[in-house]
Structure formats: structure tokens, C-alpha cells
């Protein structure tokens, strides 16, 4: 899918999107943010990638600037399988979860998602529209003023979301830190925190889950504009689609 500024689109395991969505893991994760351990693995280009094992049961995402072509964001969504999510490994989960329906085959984790440096958001930014121009506002300003916009952050939580509405995943779970989660919920997206924060990362993050249908209910009635940015794609498809 695209937006003005944006294109986000799953990467195949295997393919150039894909060692470029490696490497920008690696990139982040590994040399500016030091939050996992290099693997010690390469890109047939040579160049350093970030892996795991979550990987083989995960659907992928990678956003491009439109006007140069460079990685914006990614992340995965690691899907219900038979060796669990990686917030289980890493965090305490409080049980019951909110949702009575919240059975272990109905739950994705999103994870790995990450903005690349030079769009960044930064406080100055706060307020922003949807759209903006990344190219005037951003990748010529000094770091103390470059900013994502809010069209990228929102860009690829629609492809969480129509994912989840594609492949019948009702909710997902993310480790994130205060700051960011209470930006989310702000903006509409109900996330639910489901256990204590975790000193030992940085910064402290806690678990928290969200429903695909709580979603479309709060957005609904708080901010209709970004519920129909978000089901963009899925009218588009619904009218384009034959009558049975």
C-alpha cells in the first residue's frame, strides 16, 4: 500500500526486499540501539543482517521514502505457532488476559518495528497531520529537528491491522515503554497492558495486547479519519471484489 509519501509492502524471505529489511535491523538493533546481539550473519552483499529464530513463522514489512528509495521503517509480525512469541521468552504476562477470546492461536506479536534514523519523530512535531513532507521536513533538517511524520508510524500499523483482518489474527501483543504507548493510545489504537514493566531493558518496557475489534470501535467513534485510512486497502478490495 502507499500513501503520499510512503510505500509499505511485505518482503519475501529470500529476496532483495529482503536482505535490505535484515540489514536495517541489524543497523538498528544491533550498532545504534544495542538491544540485541549480532548474530554474526551476513547479506550476500556482504553486509551485516539481524536474524533470529522468530523469522520462519513471521510475516515481514519494510516502508520505502518514495523519493529515494531508502528503508523509512519495518517491523514483523510474529504469527501464532507451535514455539510461542517472543514477549513470552522476555517479559511477565498477567493471566486472564482482558479478553476472554484471546486464545493462543489468535494472538500475532508485533515486533522489530522500528522508524530508521533520519525520519524520526522529535517533540517539535507533535500535533502533525497525517501527511507531511518528508523531504523538506526531515532528511535536510539537523537531528535536533527531523521528524517522521505521522503518515509512517500510521502506515505501518495499517498493515498490522489489515493483516490481522486477512488472516483472522484478533489481537496482537508488543513490549513497549510508556512514552510510546500512551502516544498509540492517544491516537486511537486501544492497547491494554497485561504485565509489569521490565527494569532490566532500555528502556523499561512492559507487554500489552490489542484488539482488531476494539480498535475499529474506538477509532469508530474518536477519530473516524484515521479508521479510514486504516481500511483504506480493505474497501478498496471489498468493491473491487466480484458479487457471489
Known sequence: ?????????????????????????????????????????????????????????????????????????????????????????????????????????????ISRLAVTPHFRRRHSDEGKPIQGDPESEMTLKTDGVRHHQPELVLGMYREVYQLCRQTGLDYCMAAMDNLFSRLLTRLGFPFVAVGPLNPNVTPARRVYIISATEMERMLGAREATILQFMQTQLNTNAESAPLA
Do not use: W
Request: proline share 6%; hydrophobic share 35%; glycine share 8%.
Open 1 to 109: 500500500m502507499e500513501t503520499v509519501y510512503f510505500t509499505f509492502y511485505e518482503v519475501i524471505p529470500g529476496s532483495s526486499d529482503f536482505e535490505d529489511y535484515l540489514e536495517a535491523r541489524y543497523l538498528v538493533f544491533c550498532e545504534e540501539l544495542g538491544r540485541v546481539d549480532a548474530p554474526g550473519m551476513f547479506s550476500s552483499r556482504g553486509h551485516p543482517i539481524e536474524t533470529d529464530q522468530y523469522d520462519a513463522n513471521s510475516r515481514h514489512f519494510i516502508a520505502r521514502h518514495k523519493a529515494s528509495g531508502v528503508v523509512a521503517g519495518f517491523m514483523r509480525i510474529i504469527m501464532p505457532n507451535e514455539y510461542g512469541l517472543n514477549v513470552a521468552q522476555r517479559y511477565v504476562i498477567e493471566r486472564p488476559l482482558p479478553y476472554s477470546s484471546a486464545t493462543e492461536d489468535k494472538i500475532g506479536e
